[in-house]
């Protein structure tokens, strides 16, 4: 029997994903990375294959899993499985400057960025970029980790020379024009299966790390955790309007990226300019419930999966006839 196979290594995100296929009585297995090994000579299972592989693996101790990740998914490609957020998708979890070169296809505004591959780098990058202040953050993050706001040079330099920059997991750095957010907040416009879910706006006056998920790791300061003193961070734009959403859609399409976000901030002349691209998306219920749009995200996830797999069911039943 096939079924729907979840790829991950945060098993707190997905309790709400489970509760959601017991409720549409869907079958689904989950492949948890850091307890997995590969056969490159085995036949993958029929089914469909949900990856939910994110960048801030390495904040959970799970270091290398975007890159087994990565071979699994090779696998399932090669044998022609179909997966939701494959191959292309997780390249660009994991790469924020390839995130921004695909956005530019689709003339999707950006912030301004130089990339770097050395510390040594920084300086004269932040010399040629001549924005004060700026944003820097390691290419590979995830949750917002590592990323800092400089308001010059100097402050940059002393933080290298004191050791404290701390480290981007591929060598990598990115020096980003700072967009300051007109009303202190972002937006996070949501994406199911294509189709447009709904927006979330986020409070951003405090922090960087912005992770809506109900269950984030303790050291999150800025995840909402079901806090009462946090209750107005995460809220559900209703109603919503963004000319830019059909871009959007082309530009999740293209990437193969069935289930996913686009983060961005709105200046104070609404221009919005989205500064990451985000593949594993988790959800606010606590917004979810206020909202009246009454639409639970990981229950539309995995409705979406339940529909991708009986129409594959149909695909490999006509195969086997013919």
Not at 7 to 15: L, S, Y
Not at 179 to 205: C, M, T, W
Not at 234 to 257: G, R, V
């Amino acid at each position: 029997m096939s079924k729907i196979y979840v790829i991950h290594e945060n098993d707190d995100w997905v309790i709400p994903l489970r509760a959601a296929f017991k409720k549409l009585q869907l079958p689904f297995e989950e492949w948890f990375i850091n307890d997995l090994t590969l056969d490159l000579d085995a036949t993958p299972p029929e089914g469909i294959f949900y990856n939910r592989m994110s960048a801030s693996a390495h904040t959970r101790g799970h270091r290398y899993s975007p890159e087994m990740t990565g071979n699994i998914l090779a696998w399932l490609e090669r044998h022609g499985r179909h997966v939701i957020n494959g191959r292309q998708a997780l390249q660009l979890e994991l790469r924020k400057s390839e995130q921004y070169i695909a956005l530019q296809k689709f003339n999707i505004k950006h912030p301004k960025t130089i990339v770097a591959n050395h510390t040594n780098s920084l300086l004269s990058a932040v010399e040629r970029f001549n924005k004060f202040p700026f944003i820097l953050k390691p290419n590979r993050g995830g949750k917002g980790a590592g990323v800092q706001l400089f308001y010059s040079k100097e402050s940059l330099e002393n933080s290298i020379k004191t050791n404290q920059i701390g480290e981007s997991l591929d060598g990598i750095w990115l020096v980003q024009e700072y967009i300051k957010p007109h009303n202190g907040r972002i937006v996070r416009a949501e994406f199911v299966g294509g189709e447009f879910l709904y927006a979330v706006s986020i409070d951003a006056q405090n922090g960087f790390e912005l992770c809506p998920a109900d269950s984030c790791n303790i050291e999150d300061a800025f995840c909402p955790a079901n806090s009462q003193a946090q209750s107005n961070k995460f809220k559900i734009l209703e109603p919503y309007s963004n000319k830019h959403l059909d871009k959007y859609q082309a530009f999740l399409k293209s990437n193969n990226i069935g289930v996913g976000a686009l983060e961005y901030v709105e200046d104070k002349n609404g221009e919005k300019w989205v500064y990451d691209v985000n593949t594993n998306t988790n959800y606010n219920s606590a917004a979810e419930q206020k909202s009246e749009l009454k639409k639970e995200g990981m229950y539309e996830i995995a409705k979406f999966l339940g529909e991708a797999l009986k129409l594959e069911e149909v695909r490999f039943g006509e195969l086997v006839a013919v």
